[in-house]
């Protein structure tokens, strides 16, 4: 459901929106702010939707000694007191088609994500990779992490997923998500997201010569065994 919802205010959202500006490189992170320290910068909310917000570390949401990233910083993201509070930024990736359009372009997607206690108050990380007709052409995500993952503990969870990038992918989507499931205030935590992108790696002249010389004993024992067979 929370997911039909993110797809739905995509939609609405990439007809009025920029692309973002900022360079894309391998191997840095390309999603802005996703540590939450530039307060909500880089985010911005769906239409009629609330935006998530930035707070600090503390006895109201999250204490520094509880789980959660052991590099963080002073803030992490929560949600508002809505029932949905959701920020996206969409990223222009048109630059690396070529390097795209080879299928090998990994990407890592990482981020810790959590709630309160035994509440289900949950976040999501969603990726779209859209193609240049602005259609979604593949997916990645993160989340939700369930009370029961954290042990009905309050706390952020590291959690992340890899790929590949789809072919003809122009622009990247992200979309965090906070879901309200009890009380009055959105729960829903997130905190050092990232996404990188990196070119498969070329194998080691060793690791062409180990191929080589497997191929070369196929052909041989395949040779061997049409000789066996003609006899």
Same mark, same amino acid.
């Given at each position: 459901?929370?997911?039909?919802?993110?797809?739905?205010?995509?939609?609405? @959202?990439?007809? #009025?929106?920029?692309?973002?500006?900022?360079?894309?490189?391998? !191997?840095?992170?390309?999603?802005?702010? $996703?540590?939450?320290?530039?307060?909500? &910068?880089?985010w911005t =909310?769906?239409?009629?939707?609330?935006?998530?917000? *930035?707070?600090?570390? $503390? @006895?109201?949401?999250?204490?520094? *000694?509880?789980?959660?990233?052991?590099?963080?910083? @002073?803030?992490?993201? #929560?949600?508002? @007191? %809505? =029932?949905? %509070?959701?920020?996206?930024?969409?990223?222009?990736?048109? +630059?690396?088609?070529?390097?795209?359009?080879? $299928?090998?372009?990994?990407?890592?997607?990482?981020?810790?994500?959590?709630?309160?206690?035994?509440?289900?108050?949950? =976040?999501?990380?969603?990726? *779209?990779?859209?193609?240049?007709?602005?259609?979604?052409?593949?997916?990645?995500q993160l989340?939700?992490?369930?009370?029961?993952?954290?042990?009905?503990?309050?706390?952020?969870?590291?959690?992340?997923?890899? !790929?590949?990038?789809?072919?003809?992918?122009?622009?990247?989507?992200? +979309?965090?998500?906070?879901?309200?499931?009890?009380?009055?205030?959105?729960?829903?935590y997130a905190?050092?997201?990232?996404?990188?992108?990196?070119?498969?790696?070329?194998?080691?002249?060793?690791?062409?010569?180990?191929?080589?010389? !497997?191929?070369?004993?196929? !052909?041989?024992?395949?040779?061997?065994?049409?000789?066996?067979? &003609? #006899?």
């Amino acid at each position: 459901m929370k997911i039909s919802l993110i797809r739905a205010a995509a939609a609405l @959202s990439l007809v #009025a929106c920029s692309l973002g500006a900022h360079a894309v490189d391998f !191997g840095s992170n390309l999603i802005i702010n $996703g540590n939450a320290e530039a307060d909500v &910068s880089g985010w911005t =909310a769906f239409d009629g939707v609330d935006l998530f917000q *930035s707070v600090d570390y $503390g @006895s109201n949401w999250v204490l520094p *000694s509880q789980p959660g990233p052991v590099d963080r910083g @002073s803030k992490m993201f #929560a949600g508002q @007191s %809505s =029932a949905f %509070s959701v920020g996206y930024q969409l990223l222009d990736v048109s +630059a690396l088609t070529t390097a795209f359009a080879k $299928g090998t372009t990994a990407f890592d997607l990482s981020g810790y994500l959590g709630g309160w206690t035994s509440q289900g108050d949950n =976040a999501l990380l969603y990726v *779209s990779f859209m193609d240049v007709a602005n259609q979604e052409i593949g997916s990645a995500q993160l989340g939700p992490v369930t009370p029961a993952d954290r042990g009905n503990s309050t706390g952020l969870l590291f959690r992340e997923t890899h !790929g590949f990038v789809p072919v003809n992918t122009t622009q990247i989507q992200f +979309a965090l998500s906070m879901e309200r499931m009890a009380s009055n205030d959105n729960d829903g935590y997130a905190d050092n997201l990232s996404f990188t992108v990196s070119a498969a790696p070329v194998p080691e002249p060793e690791t062409f010569a180990m191929l080589l010389a !497997g191929l070369g004993l196929v !052909g041989a024992i395949a040779r061997r065994r049409n000789k066996t067979t &003609s #006899a």
